[in-house]
Each structure stands twice: as C-alpha cells, then as structure tokens.
C-alpha cells in the first residue's frame, strides 16, 4: 500500500521560503515519478512541479519556475519542495502524489495522493 505524508507547510510572509516534504512508503520507487500539486480555494487543482525518482530529471510549472526547486532523497525515500520567493497567489493546499506512468503534468494520471498541507502567504 503506497503511503505519502507530506509536511512543512504554513504561514510565511510574502517573499518568504518554505521546505515542503513527502515522505513515501509502501512500494519501491525507483521507477517512480514524484510530483507536487495545488489547490486553492475555488480552483482546480494544478500541477506544480515533478521529479522522475532514477534519474532525478525535473519538471516545473512556468508560475514556480526559478522559485521553487523539487528534489529527493533516496535513502530516506523523501522527496522535497523547496519554495522561495513566496507569493499570496501560492497559497493553496499542496499535495504530493506518485505515479508509475502518464504524463508528469497530469493529475489524473497519478493515482496514489498525499492528504495535502496548507500553505499560506500572506501579502
């Protein structure tokens, strides 16, 4: 059973930084891609960035790029979120989710989910 926790989310101030993590259990992920989805109020749910777990190449949405960086660590089967340069439209409910085929971007193609983390900027 694929298990994914994620952690670090809150409060920050504009132009602020935050660590998200997503720790994963419950199947082994070297072929695994990891990706990073958010939600706000009222608005669908939207891609963030992904890590592919071998190789560690990364994919990011155009409105994080040069903000937020993805990353993983093997040994702790952890992968995480490095966010910074926060903006109040980054608030959101940010999600951690695995799939082992489809398109990285695509949230109807992962079909194992985290519960979420909030996090708010305030401006």
């Known amino acids: 059973q694929v298990q994914l926790v994620e952690s670090g989310g809150g409060l920050v101030q504009a132009g602020g930084s935050l660590r998200l993590s997503c720790a994963a259990s419950g199947r082994t992920f070297n072929s695994a891609t990891m990706g990073w989805f958010r939600q706000a109020p009222g608005k669908e749910r939207e891609f963030v960035a992904a890590i592919i777990w071998s190789g560690g190449y990364t994919y990011y949405a155009d409105s994080v790029k040069g903000r937020f960086t993805i990353s993983r660590d093997k040994v702790k089967n952890t992968v995480y979120l490095q966010m910074n340069s926060l903006k109040p439209e980054d608030t959101a409910l940010y999600y951690c989710?695995?799939?082992?085929?489809?398109?990285?971007?695509?949230?109807?193609?992962?079909?194992?989910w985290g519960q979420g983390t909030q996090v708010t900027v305030s401006s």
């Open positions: 989710a695995t799939t082992w085929g489809g398109r990285v971007a695509s949230s109807g193609d992962y079909p194992y």
